[in-house]
């Protein structure tokens, strides 16, 4: 029988169907599970995402993308392909992406974590037999705290800094990091300002209807905006610039799932960093893959190698899927560039020799027709 | 525990000298003095043990997360610390008991921890050391259980050195700084007593055994228009080898002799042999100079010295194997008169008058040579020339001689404090270079962990290329991350934690010497390589050749 997905040059394809998943080029019909730029790229003939997520997608899309949507859960047929989209609790609108086809279910999940997210949609686990998972932080040592025990830090250092005089700047990614982060502080302890990046999608996030509480832009030329009392959200793309002087002493956090990693709060010289992400951490990516009931695990993006091993020695049909982010994750690829998903894999991310999308999707392993 | 592992944390966070004595003063005000005394051993990398093997920790910690052991390695070699890796994966400890009323009962001060779940398990049976680990792993959080393993594993450096340890005890005693560094190098700190004792307000015997502040020099580098040419007449100018050891204080006074380091370390224990050579001086002598591995009539270099001076004890074996020699360059204290702010041509007479110079007749005059006569206190040789240029020439042949150049102290000057520019320069000959290929990667430790930052380089020879040197990366950070992510991207293989990288890199590698080498594959060594610049605008092609390098080993190429 014939794969529903494969991996071609342009992205994840659906010969049945004839649409792509999150292509990486433009292509004429592409299903897209969430808004993040490695998984929404412009110039595609008609996109198909979540109803959530329509206006999130619109404003990276820009005003003329042709955006179709579904309800979570509803299906339609694409040339015989029941397609349905169902939450992926990643980011608002993001969605694991279900098909049907003679008899046989595919899920790609797109990215997804379990936790608690007052932004979003909930994951929802969706039976299948072939699963195509992210494992972005697929090793043990990724674990991620309480989003109750995250909210506790995020307070704590907060309320210490704005008693010590300094302004607190949380460094997340503009899309859903940010909205996540605003939604978990206490807004009761100063002002809440943000970049103009996240504001921008604050307010997407706010016509979709999610609840924020009161967030201001920063003035462009404000001097000693809040009074050393308020939480900054902005994205990683501000280290190094000017930007950071307009709030005179700061105490600056990375909130990122690379945290977890010593070496790389170091390395990036921040006083302080967050455990906080949006993708599944390892007991997570065990969970989703055990509730998909699957018995065929297609693994992607980041730790695809040792997840698979792993999956194999627990009696799965499972191996790596040779995408264009397969390349190793990084940790310090975060947040390199405003645009890049803060935990997007390195080679996804940037250029580097050797590692551009023709190179890396030769001889795929698994999902080669027939 | 907690206290410390809140210490640890508090360290490791921060790259801020003041920040880090900040957290070392409110500890030690803190602390219970058996936890305190505890706590100065491991911070001032007293001797650790290993009380259990790491790779038995590695299968206990498999056994408990139910995770095959190849997991575990690959997620260490992720990590890039074994500490913090196992700390990672292992199962929450059961949830503590109120975090007010529980706590103290769960923590256990560091002394008891070290006694009971450390020293007394290193000669317990397999079983036993595998029960309280695991114990143990249920009790702490993470981020303790990190600072555990290491002092578990023998390997807690916390990245603060003894003077900063030295300098936060001074302030909680109020005492000078340098007096502290003295009283922790009267023995260990054993006990809570002991740690009393040691913030004793009043003087101890011992403390007037301090050294001055060292006089540093400036290197003369063309920067700022600093070159010899603006220097004036050389006949102001005293010049003397550029020793590369390891700069000193010899103080003899009363019936004490004391060896201080530049970082205020007293290093009497690794160097029992200047020690006992010191006790011949008159009392009331302070010297200035430099620490030199000598053998056979050879200098010895650094890496030999270094292999003595990190010791607290050296044994028969090791004075024998590396012999060391002070040369002293300056006299900063005679009969217990200060002498500094007399000039130096003043201090030298004096100088010359109390210490031998170990040139024999008939000797190379200028004397980077090996000492002659059997004292391992001899004089610097003053290296004369007529001209700036003759002296030029002089530190030309300084690699030859086994010396980094020429130091040049203005006769008239009085010996200074700190970096004071304008009286002593450093004159340093420039350091080779050649271009080489990445060829494998290792992912580095510490702040670097997780990142392949040790590279090892090769060079062209006979149409393939070979490995000539591993050298740390000194290249910016953000460089390192780029260089990181090549090579994952054009890994060809992978041996443990070492990459093999499709040669396409070109870095600028510098190095202090080359010298034929039967240990090296490639035939010869080259001294303290470091890596200098990435050569982006070159091709592996344009690398260097074997050849080439093989025409910088002094006297000839072997073949
Ligand atoms: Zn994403």
Redesign the pocket.
Known sequence: MQDLVEVTEAGLYCRQGDFFVDPWRPVPRAIIT?A?A??ARRGCGRYLCAAPGKLVLRSRMGGQAPIDVVRHGESILINGVRVSLHPAG??LG?AQVRLEHGGTTWVVT??YKLERDPTCAPFEPVRCDVLVTESTFGLPVYRWPSSEVIAADLDRWWRGNRDAGRTSVVLAYAL?KAQRLAALVDPSIGPIVAHGAVMTMVEAYRASGVRLPPIDRVPPRARRVGGGRALVIAPPSVLGGSWLRLFGETSVAMASGWMTLRGVRRRRGFAQGFVVS??ADFPGLLAAIEASSARRVLVTHGFADPLARLLRERGLDAAPLATRFTGEASPDAVGVEEDD?P??PASGTAPSPGADADAATAGIPGTAAE | MRAFTDLFWQLDGTTRTSEKLEALVAYFRAAPPDDAACAIDVLSGGRQIRAVPTSLLRQWAAEVTGLPPWLVEESYAHVGDLAETLALILPDPAAPADEAAGANEADVGLARLMRTTIHSLRQETEARKREVVLATWRRLASRERIVWHKLLTGGCRVGVSRTLVARALAEVAGVEPAVMAHRLMGGDVVDGEAYRRLLAPQRHDADDRRPYPFFLASALDGAEGHDVASLGGVADWQAEWKWDGMRAQLVRRGSDVAVWSRGEELVNEAFPDIVAAGATLPAGTVLDGELLAVAGGRLLGFSMLSRRSGRRTVTRRLLEDIPCVFVAYDLLEERGEDLRGRPLHERRLRLEALVPTPFAAGTDAHGAGPPQVPSAIFLSPVVSAASWTDLGLLRAEARRRGVEGLMLKRRASPYGVGRTRGDWWKWKIEPLEIDAVLLYAQAGHGRRAGLHSDYTLGLWHEGRLVTVAKAYSGLADTEIVEVDRIVRATTLEKHGPVRICEPMLVFQLAFEAVSASTRHKSGVAVRFPRIVRWRRDKQPSEAGTLDDLRRMIPGGVPR
């Open positions: 969430h993040h490695d998984h990643h980011v993001s797109g990215d859903g949006d993708h998903d935990e997007a």
